[in-house]
């Protein structure tokens, strides 16, 4: 037996020594660190003085390993993450070399000097090694049976809109689950959706839901509009939306809009409003769930009408209706890259009473806000906006994220107008339509850059009313929600040139310097990572062989090009909360960067990329057809070949700003390894690493922020003040959604609800259940 171990360590040592040597051959060539090459020789060397069962094999590997040790301090100093891939593997293979079973190998029979020590000692380490990662995962563990105090109002329970107030402050001044009692939380209710996908269809279960009286209501990704009880999660009223889900690749609903009617009592007096996958505005009474008949046509309005012809799949509406004096506007999700020419992005806005049409946004037409003449259309292939809205009623303004003209990753296409409004944060007339102010963050995007989170609206002390945008550049730019004019400097900074023939680029591009950037740190060849050196090399090669300027690196044809930060962000969909007693700002970031490429079409066309259609549809990512420009295009994340970052950890933070200075307050690692880890399987040991995450938070005024979002199936509770870690629970699947809270009159108590339906792009699993947590009842 002794000998099979030998001979297959052995075999094993000389294949990855060759494996290593090659790669680092091709690091070396590129002009890459020569150190791989150098291992891969070592390990052969190794390997071969142990088939002769030569004792020197020991001394050579182990001289090299004090060598190892030496080169990876003076690459990477003390950073633990960063000396792993360096040195575990290689020690692992030295202390083999120093067990009993390869020393008789080589003929050594005198006992090891410190053997009884050693392993054991080793044993030792590795468990204290596992112990501190699952004790850096526990949380203190507050247990005070004290309450805070109740709402001092009904209206400070309820949580109204998606992100809680029009403005999308995700606040709430709650305060009865405090940092003192949040480790007395408990589940208090579990509801099942029944929406858990269907083949060709991946739900992804990203509700915030709401709560006005006494009801909970919220979505499935179907469209199913369901009402609660806010104290047992007792399933009311279930409006079947029977959406036409041809051609729709993920269900996403992400909430609901309550209206009350001015003036009205009785049937529909109370509204739910939602929009839907196969593009309808549905208006329903708020007490049973019924269609209102009054409104648009049986309680529906056509969102197709004007948008002349509607392949399947490429148009649908996935975020709540924003609501302003008395209107509801909206826009609508457009499949990314597939082809010119697609539906077009236009925001429409219709009355909440009657679902008549009242004015449009249409980029290409900016100053005509009727509907398009009989036979035809809005215009085709203009920025669009998919994420969730806000509006300011004082103001009478709504404020548009919005995306890109199609196709995403190739512009020279795009006109005038387009370039205007893309990539930006829009600020219209609730009246009219008209613009009041537009301000871009990515000038001619070509990254993928869609502005994809909830503007927030904050009022600061000396009369600021102030807008934050965040963006999937890691960039959050603070505006005057009035006028559109930065709150903190923006300064424009030049950026990498040199785009593909056909194509005009930005000389410079947008910064936001008196607030932290959330994009990461700068992918640099030391800092690309693996499990192994062999995997590390092979990141190092791939960083080698990329191009990449920094951050805005243009694409090309001839070389694959590193966008940093990817499309995830930087801060996705979940966007920021704000606690306007605290005057802090929470955000969570994922740093993971894309590797991208233009294909130019004759060779799309001999690998057979074609634009998506109802009978083969997929999410955002390549290849993408774009057809009707020079280019298709090959987009992912950058990865290694088992599946895990390119990148160094960490993947994710959660932070605080000082709203005032601008300041970072705190930053901490957000989310362990336990549900992801090599070839998307799940490690099952949560060592703190920060991973991956979409999905927002909620901050209260008892001083707590709650959040899920992580590909880690779990939610957490964080002081808001400090960043300490309170709580945390376990969920069925990742809360790749925003956390919500309310005040349920019942029994007195405080709840907080999370949609833990996992997202296949974060292999978080799949679920269909909403998890509502309160102190448990006296």
Not at 651 to 673: C, M, N, P, Q
Request: aromatic share 10%; net charge positive; with cysteine.
């Amino acid at each position: 037996m002794q000998r099979i171990f030998n001979s297959c360590f052995l075999l094993f040592l000389i294949a990855a020594g060759a494996l290593l040597a090659w790669l680092g051959t091709k690091l070396a060539l590129l002009g890459g660190s020569p150190w791989y090459l150098l291992s891969g020789l070592v390990m052969i060397v190794t390997a071969i003085l142990g088939m002769r069962r030569s004792r020197r094999s020991t001394m050579v590997y182990w001289a090299f390993l004090a060598l190892n040790l030496l080169w990876a301090l003076w690459e990477v100093g003390l950073d633990g993450w960063a000396l792993a891939p360096r040195l575990a593997m290689p020690t692992c293979i030295g202390l083999y070399m120093l067990s009993p079973y390869y020393r008789r190998h080589v003929g050594s029979t005198e006992p090891l000097p410190g053997a009884r020590l050693l392993w054991p000692g080793l044993a030792l380490l590795l468990l204290a090694g596992i112990g501190t990662a699952f004790w850096a995962d526990l949380t203190p563990g507050a247990r005070s049976n004290a309450w805070g105090p109740a709402p001092a109002k009904p209206a400070d329970g309820e949580w109204i809109a998606y992100g809680n107030d029009r403005g999308g402050s995700r606040f709430s001044p709650l305060a009865q689950i405090t940092p003192a009692n949040v480790g007395n939380l408990r589940p208090a209710w579990v509801y099942h959706t029944g929406n858990v996908g269907t083949p060709g269809h991946a739900a992804s279960f990203e509700a915030n839901p709401i709560k006005v009286g006494d009801r909970v209501y919220l979505c499935a990704g179907n469209n199913d509009v369901m009402a609660l009880d806010p104290e047992t999660g007792r399933q009311l009223w279930r409006h079947a939306a029977k959406a036409n889900l041809d051609g729709v690749f993920g269900l996403t609903c992400r909430g609901v809009t309550y209206y009350r009617v001015p003036n009205a009592t009785g049937f529909c007096s109370e509204r739910i409003y939602t929009a839907t996958l196969d593009a309808r505005l549905l208006a329903l009474d708020a007490a049973t769930g019924r269609p209102c008949p009054s409104f648009g046509s049986g309680g529906q309005v056509d969102l197709k009408v004007g948008l002349g012809r509607v392949d399947k799949g490429y148009y649908f509406v996935t975020s709540p209706p924003a609501l302003v004096r008395g209107r509801l506007v909206l826009g609508g999700w457009v499949t990314d890259g597939q082809k010119i020419q697609e539906p077009s992005g236009v925001i429409r806005a219709f009355d909440a009473v009657t679902g008549n049409f009242a004015w449009a946004f249409d980029t290409g037409r900016p100053d005509t806000h009727d509907l398009p003449p009989p036979g035809g259309n809005f215009t085709l292939g203009t920025p669009n906006s998919w994420a969730p809205m806000s509006s300011d009623e004082d103001l009478g303004l709504v404020y548009v994220p919005t995306g890109n003209a199609t196709p995403d990753y190739f512009g020279g296409h795009r006109t005038a107008l387009d370039d205007r409004y893309s990539s930006s944060v829009v600020a219209l007339d609730a009246q009219t339509g008209s613009v009041r102010w537009s301000f871009q963050t990515t000038h001619h995007d070509l990254w993928d850059y869609d502005v994809a989170s909830q503007p927030t609206l904050v009022d600061l002390p000396g009369g600021i009313r102030g807008l934050l945008q965040p963006t999937k550049r890691g960039e959050i730019f603070f505006l005057d929600r009035a006028t559109g004019k930065p709150l903190k400097k923006v300064v424009e900074r030049p950026v990498p040139q040199g785009g593909v023939p056909g194509e005009r680029l930005s000389p410079t591009q947008p910064y936001s310097p008196g607030f932290p950037s959330f994009g990461g740190p700068r992918p640099t060849e030391v800092r690309m990572w693996g499990l192994t050196p062999i995997d590390q090399a092979m990141c190092r090669i791939r960083f080698k062989q990329a191009r990449f300027d920094g951050d805005m690196t243009p694409l090309s044809t001839d070389h694959y090009t590193i966008t940093w930060p990817g499309y995830l962000g930087g801060i996705d969909w979940g966007g920021v909360s704000v606690d306007p007693q605290r005057n802090l700002m929470i955000v969570n970031n994922t740093q993971v960067a894309n590797y991208n490429r233009l294909i130019p079409r004759a060779e799309a066309n001999r690998l057979g990329i074609k634009a998506m259609n109802a009978v083969h549809m997929s999410d955002v990512g390549g290849p993408a057809a774009q057809e009707g420009v020079p280019y298709a295009a090959q987009i992912a994340p950058f990865l290694s070949p088992i599946a895990i970052p390119c990148q160094q950890p960490p993947y994710g933070h959660i932070s605080a700003v000082d709203l005032r200075t601008g300041k970072l307050v705190w930053t901490r690692l957000f989310g362990t390894s336990r549900d992801s880890g090599p070839l998307a399987l799940p490690t099952f040991v949560p060592i703190p690493m920060g991973v991956p995450n979409i999905g927002g938070s909620v901050a209260t005024a008892s001083g707590l922020t709650f959040i899920a979002a992580t590909q880690e199936h779990a939610i957490r509770a964080y002081e808001t003040a400090t960043g300490r870690l309170l709580w945390k629970a376990r969920l069925p699947a990742g809360g790749n959604a925003s956390a919500a809270t309310y005040w349920s009159s019942k029994s007195g108590r405080q709840f907080v609800v999370i949609a833990a339906g996992g997202h296949g792009a974060m292999l978080s699993g799949s679920s269909d259940q909403l998890v509502a947590y309160a102190l448990p009842a006296k």
